[in-house]
């Protein structure tokens, strides 16, 4: 099992979605500036996300992308983040594949 492991990670290394999220990274921390202030919109943006108490966020989102505009705008950024958000489903995706059809026992969470 774990050489299929080693392959599925070769096989994700090796995809145009890994190189073209490896390269859009590459790019924009070439400007450390810009790399800083993306990250800065990312935390936040995480954070906001991650709240789990059944309040709509809609409106804080909104305007955190308008706080960071100019650097979503960034042509750089929003390579990586499109780059980012598209290897991020694929992950997903795969994850969802390889749990496919596994019963696992989760009763002692209850």
Do not use: C, W
């Not at 145009?16 to 202030?37: F, P, R």
């Amino acid at each position: 099992m774990i050489d299929h492991a080693k392959a599925l990670n070769e096989a994700i290394k090796n995809s145009e979605e890994y190189k073209d999220y490896q390269n859009a990274l590459a790019e924009v921390t070439g400007n450390n500036e810009l790399y800083s202030a993306m990250n800065s919109f990312r935390r936040r943006n995480y954070d906001l996300q991650s709240y789990d108490d059944g309040i709509n966020r809609y409106q804080e989102i909104n305007s955190l992308g308008l706080e960071y505009e100019q650097v979503l705008r960034h042509p750089v950024v929003n390579r990586f983040l499109v780059a980012e958000q598209i290897l991020s489903r694929k992950m997903t995706q795969m994850y969802e594949e390889i749990a496919d059809g596994l019963e696992l026992d989760y009763s002692y969470m209850e």
